[in-house]
Structure formats: structure tokens, C-alpha cells
């Protein structure tokens, strides 16, 4: 299975300051395609996973722009520009290139 | 819009099977994508459990394939989880999900207890 590894495993961030997430997998994740298999989720409190980024960079519907995913072929990067009281919760990077998709462990934002 | 809705027993005895029904509103199973069901444990570990896709094929989690089976109802826009011979490292928060560009939707969880 590809491994996903998150950094830090948590994090406290003042509000209006902007904060990074930091994900690496044991392989590639660039397909032959041209496209990267990491996705982004964020859990809130009380709530279910939601999709934040897919294929590396690419924003999902609905999701503030303050949000942006970038990366290479094994590590990657989820920045969040001035942090909110919403972005509250628990991140998580995942791939979809092989089976079994895998997630990180997951890094918990709070607010300072 | 797209919506599941996770159902069934929060309590489980060890070794007994673990039922859950997601249905499934604002799109057809048969359309397309795939129809999946995740695993959250306690401290917050995520593991992908398998899918049914718009045909009826499954792909399973080959940790867990021995002991799981996902099937479906078409004609109530539903689908299913089967898991055998459970025991307490089965407690977990249970989601049903679509696997779109990543995983769009998601139900709201069945949190599930595996306890004598």
C-alpha cells in the first residue's frame, strides 16, 4: 500500500495568518496521464469529510479560494491564506492512484 | 443534490456480522461512479473499505476482503456492507461515500460499536 505522511500532526494558527500542511507518499503519485492522484479533506467538528482539492491543485466546488494544493511527484503541500474560525478541524491528504486508496494520519488545525 | 444516509445497529457482539445500508438521493447508483464505504477509527485514522461501481462490480480492501461484502438494491437506490466475524478493532465511525474527482459526497456517519 502507499504510505501517506503528514506534517506536522498538528498545528495552531492565529486567525488572518495563513498556515501549511505537508504531505509525502512512499511512490509517485504522477500517472502517465500527467495528472497527480492527492486529494485534500477537511473534517470539521461534528461533521463528515469533505473534499477541499483533488488531483493536487485543483480547487473543489464550493471550497474558498483561500485553499490552494500544490506539490511534486511524492510531496505536497495544502496552504490555507488567512485562516478562519471555519477551517477548524482535522486535514487530511489521500491517493487515488493505486488500490487501496490510503489517507494520511491526519493534521489537526486549531486556533490560537 | 447528492445525498447518503448511512443506516444500522450502533452494537455488535464480537465475531457476530456488521450490516450497514447507505441510500443514496439526488442520483442513480447505475449512473455512474463509484459507491464506496470508509472507515473512520478512534484517534482518527481513515481506511478506505471497498466500493460498488455503477455496473455492480466491487473492489474490496485486500486487508479486509476475506470478511467484507458490498452489494446493492438498484431498485431503491441503495447499497450495502457486510462485515464478518467482527471484533472491538471494528469500532469505527462507518461512512458511505461517492468516489468522483476524489471523494465528493459523503453520508454522515454510523458510528458502530463491536462489544459483548
Known amino acids: 500500500d502507499i504510505v501517506m505522511t503528514q506534517a506536522p500532526l498538528s498545528v495552531s494558527v492565529t486567525p488572518g495568518e495563513s498556515a501549511s500542511i505537508s504531505c509525502r507518499s512512499s511512490?509517485?503519485?504522477?500517472?502517465?496521464?500527467?495528472?497527480?492522484?492527492v486529494y485534500w479533506y477537511l473534517q470539521k467538528p461534528g461533521k463528515s469529510p469533505q473534499l477541499l482539492i483533488y488531483?493536487?491543485?485543483n480547487l473543489a466546488s464550493g471550497v474558498p479560494d483561500r485553499f490552494s494544493g500544490s506539490g511534486s511527484e511524492t510531496d505536497f503541500t495544502l496552504k490555507i491564506s488567512r485562516v478562519e474560525a471555519e477551517d477548524v478541524g482535522i486535514y487530511y491528504c489521500?491517493?487515488?492512484?493505486?488500490?487501496?486508496?490510503?489517507f494520511g494520519a491526519g493534521t489537526k488545525l486549531e486556533l490560537k | 443534490e447528492v445525498q447518503l444516509q448511512e443506516s444500522g445497529p450502533g452494537l455488535v457482539k464480537p465475531s457476530q456480522s456488521l450490516s450497514l445500508t447507505c441510500s443514496v438521493t439526488?442520483?442513480?447508483?447505475?449512473?455512474?461512479?463509484?459507491w464506496n464505504w470508509i472507515r473512520k477509527f478512534p484517534g482518527n485514522k481513515l481506511e478506505w473499505m471497498g466500493y460498488?461501481?455503477?455496473?455492480?462490480?466491487?473492489n474490496y480492501n485486500p486487508s479486509l476482503k476475506s470478511r467484507i461484502s458490498i452489494t446493492r438494491d438498484t431498485s431503491k437506490n441503495q447499497f450495502f456492507l457486510q462485515v464478518n466475524s467482527v471484533t472491538t478493532e471494528d469500532t469505527a465511525t462507518y461512512y458511505c461515500?461517492?468516489?468522483?474527482?476524489?471523494?465528493?459526497?459523503w453520508g454522515q456517519g454510523v458510528m458502530v460499536t463491536v462489544s459483548s
Open positions: 439526488g442520483y442513480s447508483i447505475t449512473s455512474s461512479y463509484r
Open positions: 460498488i461501481n455503477s455496473a455492480g462490480s466491487t
Open positions: 461515500a461517492r468516489l468522483g474527482r476524489g471523494v465528493d459526497y
Open positions: 488531483r493536487m491543485s
Open positions: 511512490k509517485s503519485l504522477l500517472h502517465s496521464n500527467g495528472i497527480t492522484y
Open positions: 489521500g491517493q487515488l492512484l493505486e488500490n487501496p486508496p490510503t
